[in-house]
């Protein structure tokens, strides 16, 4: 008797061991990207080191959780078309080369934008200049990439906060025409590809506004555009989830998709209450304005885990009107919150620490997932 009940404890010892093993490998194998496989695609932003691949585990978790990919910098103009005869594709062959490898969404950023110009770009004062200047940079570099790449942004960030159009070296000589000329360049070097408008503070009324002014135009004028990209540079208390909600609805509605492309939420304090993205911006530091510098509270940690949850349900409720959700880096440390708009400091913007663990926000992420099936 004492001999079967022995044997029956070990049985039963290791039915819950292997039950448990099994529970443990399930959820090692859980990904964001298997989660919302058919919902959008997950994407990140790829830094140089990524897209060659000299961290083994980065690029372990690039694989497991993303199946979109977008340059972070290398597609930019002052890295790939440096010099007025002279194009360096090295770094972007590389990072297409990646995708297709990895069977991953590509995305191309960006094709027109007045900031990261090379510096012979700025010095462009005359029209038919900048006209032949912007037909030889979109059909060159689209052109190489035709059939590979899944889409562009081609137009990157030409409006102001009230939504009317930015002061750039291509408005300055073109006019509004150059917004059109993009769109119509790009889709002859590649009729098949999905063109995108991308901006940040797109979801704030007055910009929102002037974004559904600006695809509406491009598209009277005959232009080709495929959708629209919000930046989702946000913050844990804005903007609010209504105003995101309705601009989902509002660029829908003109029959294009929505794309959430560069995806962070900061955690620490902007001067003069900043909104926005705008790279050329900069303050100096604090340590009032840098409070977290060797870890984030569990309090802070459990405000921007809620944030995300919060956000991913409406990405979720208006799964049918949006292409892809792309975080802009893969980690904490990369992140360029780091330096802006104050250099030096540390911030904990996306889902994956510096050490590449996956935090309280990656897991609200994923439980709005798994709790449904």
Not at 244 to 256: D, H, N
Not at 314 to 332: A, C, E, N, P, Y
Request: aromatic share 10%; hydrophobic share 40%.
């Amino acid at each position: 008797m004492k001999f079967i009940n022995y044997y029956y404890l070990l049985l039963v010892s290791l039915i819950l061991l292997s039950s448990c093993n099994a529970k443990k490998q399930e959820v090692e194998t859980i990904s964001l990207k298997d989660s919302y496989k058919d919902d959008f695609y997950i994407g990140t932003a790829l830094s140089a080191d990524q897209i060659e691949e000299k961290d083994a585990k980065v690029d372990s978790l690039v694989k497991k959780e993303f199946n979109a990919i977008t340059a972070e910098n290398s597609m930019k103009s002052m890295f790939v078309h440096p010099f007025p005869n002279k194009y360096d594709f090295a770094l972007t062959d590389k990072f297409v080369a990646y995708g297709e490898k990895n069977k991953m969404f590509i995305h191309g950023h960006t094709l027109i934008w007045h900031s990261q110009l090379a510096p012979w770009m700025e010095k462009i004062k005359d029209s038919t200049e900048m006209k032949a200047f912007m037909k030889d940079h979109i059909t060159t570099i689209v052109s190489k990439y035709k059939g590979r790449i899944n889409s562009w942004d081609v137009v990157n960030e030409a409006l102001n906060e009230d939504g009317t159009l930015r002061k750039s070296v291509f408005l300055s000589t073109l006019g509004e025409r150059y917004l059109v000329d993009a769109f119509k360049l790009a889709a002859a070097a590649d009729p098949k590809v999905d063109l995108y408008y991308n901006d940040y503070n797109i979801e704030e009324p007055a910009k929102r506004e002037g974004a559904i002014k600006l695809i509406k135009k491009i598209k009277a004028a005959g232009g080709k555009i495929d959708g629209v990209g919000i930046q989702g540079h946000w913050r844990l208390a804005s903007p609010s989830l209504d105003e995101i909600e309705k601009s989902i609805l509002a660029y829908s509605a003109l029959g294009i998709k929505v794309a959430i492309t560069e995806l962070d939420i900061t955690v620490l304090p902007n001067p003069w209450d900043l909104k926005g993205a705008d790279v050329n911006q900069n303050f100096e530091g604090s340590a009032k304005m840098n409070p977290y510098p060797e870890k984030l509270p569990d309090s802070i940690q459990v405000k921007l885990a809620d944030r995300y949850a919060s956000i991913f349900k409406i990405f979720l409720k208006h799964k049918d009107k949006i292409s892809r959700v792309t975080f802009w880096g893969v980690h904490d440390g990369q992140s360029w919150l780091n330096d802006w708009p104050i250099k030096g400091r540390t911030n904990y913007p996306l889902l994956f620490d510096t050490k590449l663990q996956p935090k309280k926000a990656y897991n609200s992420v994923l439980e709005l997932k798994e709790t449904k099936k």
